[in-house]
């Protein structure tokens, strides 16, 4: 008996352990699918809410604008702020901006708080920014920095 608890406990914690991972996690959704279309659908809604902070990180670093491409968007989360069926959600992003020919820069993560409700609106407000990791420039690619940051 002892034997058997001590082969299979390790592989019960490491099951379980990956459920619970994994639930945080949003799946990319099946290419082609009606799932995939409303994710692109929202992400390219929140372009512009992406655009706003990443801009504002990253001119403090080099003298061009980086792009995020929605293909580079990947959802962390997304959960409702309230029980039941509410329209007010806390949705989690990493981004990877890019310069030149998909040179990324850097990996950010953005948490924003979106709703529409009586009294408040349609809302979209960026509640976190976390700059995750900075990419080394190639050589040909350095002349973008800021002079403070060489």
């Keep these: 008996m002892r034997r058997i608890l001590i082969l299979f406990l390790p592989l019960f914690i490491a099951i379980n352990i990956n459920m619970y991972t994994l639930a945080e996690a949003v799946p990319?959704?099946?290419?082609?699918?009606r799932e995939e279309l409303y994710q692109d659908l929202f992400i390219t809604l929140l372009s512009p809410y992406i655009d706003q902070p990443i801009n504002k990180y990253y001119s403090k670093?080099?003298?061009?604008t980086p792009m995020v491409y929605p293909y580079d968007v990947d959802i962390i989360s997304a959960k409702r702020m309230f029980?039941?069926?509410s329209f007010l959600f806390l949705v989690t992003l990493e981004v990877t901006p890019v310069v030149g020919p998909h040179i990324s820069v850097g990996k950010d993560r953005l948490t924003f708080k979106i709703g529409s409700g009586e009294g408040v609106g349609q809302q979209t407000k960026l509640i976190q920014f976390n700059h995750l990791e900075t990419y080394e420039l190639p050589p040909n690619w350095k002349h973008i920095l800021r002079k403070s940051n060489i």
Excluded at 28 to 33: D, M, T
């Design 28 to 33: 990319k959704p099946p290419e082609g699918s």
């Design 61 to 64: 670093i080099i003298n061009i």
């Design 83 to 85: 029980e039941g069926r």
